[in-house]
């Protein structure tokens, strides 16, 4: 199989560059004093359908046009990737069909139905969904997106850590959460071309890509207790390949540690991140010995909470 | 007494613009289509401290320096202008003394004891802390900076108009939302002599702009019950007359429509904004038979908002 370099990353940033925002990237002195160190955040909050998931899809969406040609897209997913897949067909006129676990939250149920994309709801777990998903597949003849374990959408993931690595000189490293692997590895293939030290933000408790560089094998996630509900997820194969090749090191961040650096950037930088991104800045904040005065970059994966607890509070 | 001219705000940003933060102006692809008009939303969220208070602080310190040469500034807050004086003093180098009511929240005092500046503790009411500060004002010699009833404050905030009307081209209107006056007349000034209509945004149960406009005379503010916490305040006489002067019309908005408004720029724009910020996008969205199609610009004051019930729910 083919295996990605930082070239196939530039060649997507080419292809997919005018659909998507060229996000910010931000940063805090209260937290670089907090952290004794200078912090660069690059901000997928800020992408469309608010996460970085939207890079992929696009870059895969635009390759499949030029070959392939689908009649259709599918894939089954809770949370950004469905949103993604569906903004991205859309824009490339062709019908998406999502399958959603039946306990998804309306407001992205909301989200997909509005980019247009064709909802199957299914029982929440894999087997439903990966059944559901086949017999669509085999009625539309619809090529099946898969959110990570493919070549074109770690291209199209890695891209921001392009765009960050354009914009800022002499980083001395840069972290990404790490869930599926798709933002990870396509983010090690890019910096690691660049002299770039490349590390893993991950939970403590769903530690399976941690787990698996230890082994050097896949071991699949088991955890299903982790505030960072994007980081679930069990490491896909060819991720996984790119992340033993080109990633330093996973750090790993308990809940507790995830939450006050959320905390952090909510109230210091004034931008709204999911669980899952804050991670990253947890690692720093825990290896504070180790990163005093370097250059980091960090990649804020996306912006897609459950505000209904905040503004419940406010109705009171 | 002097008035001030669109020349006064120019010249206060000359004076500033090295200190604060230009901020950026943001807009919404999916909120313009719900308000069927175009909206440039000038970020003070992004100001140092958090919020549009800065720039009159930063002013006023810097204009005190030129002339009278204080030993030391003062003033009673409980919010923003404590922390924007507290921080603008010790950049002049200069000892800021701020009484604060005892049941401010920590992290406020927190924030203006990091700045440096000594606080004296009062029974939380408007009796106490003028008498606390006349005490001190005795003692220490300090100059008393009132939070918006000064023409240098004035002129200092409407520097944040200034910086919106010179990145965006044609706007039809300027929304500010007003408590005691400071932003609104500041704004008022400066895009009056460009042409460009003003208007503030107010909370329903804290109608004392627009009752004063309508009465011609101060009409004081008596109003407890806001989600607004910044726009409780009397308008001040020196921000009356410029607004009666200036500002085209005072639109009131629920707390309720004003919660969705914050959802949405919380949801959309990935941004923290504070309550008293989104009552000028709640005024827009009540009023959009007369505004489809046109060109505003929303100045967002601030993001300092008590985010406890938010990260509580988190930790359980």
């Known amino acids: 199989m083919k295996r ?14 005018r659909y998507i925002n060229r996000t910010p990237v931000l940063n805090s002195r209260a937290i670089n004093s907090i952290a004794s160190a200078e912090i660069f955040f690059k901000c997928e909050n800020f992408q469309k359908v608010g996460a970085f998931k939207y890079r992929g899809a696009t870059n895969a969406m635009i390759e499949l046009m030029e070959s392939e040609r689908p009649k259709a897209v599918a894939t089954h997913s809770s949370g ?60 539309t003849n619809a090529v099946f997106i898969h959110p990570y374990n493919r070549n074109d959408i770690i291209a199209g993931q890695g891209t921001a850590c392009f765009e960050l690595v354009e914009e800022i000189d002499d980083l001395d ?36 890509a941690k787990k698996s560089i230890e082994a050097k094998r896949l071991i699949p996630s088991v955890s299903l207790n982790t505030i960072c509900d994007g ?19 996973i750090w790993l961040s308990s809940d507790e540690d995830t939450l006050s650096a959320m905390r952090l950037i ?36 996306g912006g897609n909470v459950d505000l209904d607890s905040f503004f419940n509070s406010y109705a009171k």
Chains 1, 2 share one sequence.
């Open 80 to 139: 950004n990737h469905a949103q993604a897949l569906a903004l991205a067909a859309n824009k490339q006129g062709i019908p998406a069909y999502i399958v959603m676990p039946s306990n998804s939250p309306k407001v992205k149920v909301n989200a997909v139905k509005q980019y247009g994309a064709e909802i199957t709801f299914c029982e929440p777990n894999l087997e439903a969904r990966e059944s559901t998903l086949n017999t669509i597949v085999d009625r």
């Open 4 to 17: 990605l370099t930082s070239r196939d990353i530039e060649l997507a940033h080419k292809r997919i560059s």
């Open 231 to 249: 980081l679930l997820t069990s490491l896909g194969e060819l991720n996984f390949h790119y992340i033993q090749k080109y990633v330093d090191d």
């Open 266 to 301: 909510y109230e210091r930088m004034k931008i709204v991140i999911e669980p899952s991104s804050a991670v990253a800045l947890a690692a720093v904040l825990n290896n504070k010995e180790v990163l005093e005065g370097k250059k980091i970059g960090i990649i804020i994966s």
């Open 173 to 208: 490293m840069i972290i990404a959460p790490v869930g599926g692997g798709g933002l990870l590895s396509g983010t090690a293939i890019y910096a690691k071309s660049k002299g770039i030290a490349v590390y893993g933000a991950e939970p403590k408790s769903a530690d399976d």
